[in-house]
């Protein structure tokens, strides 16, 4: 996990395993998520922070730090 801030909030970029990304249904890619949502999932019995993970991956398009296509399959 890689740490990142924007306007105080701390955001950890989440490498998954590759049966999650399986059983999910998701691309390898890092997901931008804020910190204290993924400590509430991690305590919660560790469901994925789904909505978070959309969120960071549409911030990141909209801020131009990636290219939206290369993020569009991680959004369906």
Do not use: N
Not at 41 to 56: C, H, K, V, Y
């Amino acid at each position: 996990m890689q740490k990142m801030t924007s306007t105080s909030t701390v955001f950890v970029k989440l490498k998954l395993k590759p049966g999650t990304l399986e059983r999910y249904r998701l691309p390898d890619i890092p997901y931008r998520v804020p910190a204290p949502c993924l400590k509430e999932a991690l305590l919660d019995g560790g469901d994925l922070p789904l909505a978070e993970m959309l969120r960071g991956l549409q911030q990141q398009s909209r801020d131009g730090e990636a290219q939206w296509q290369q993020l569009e399959p991680a959004m369906h």
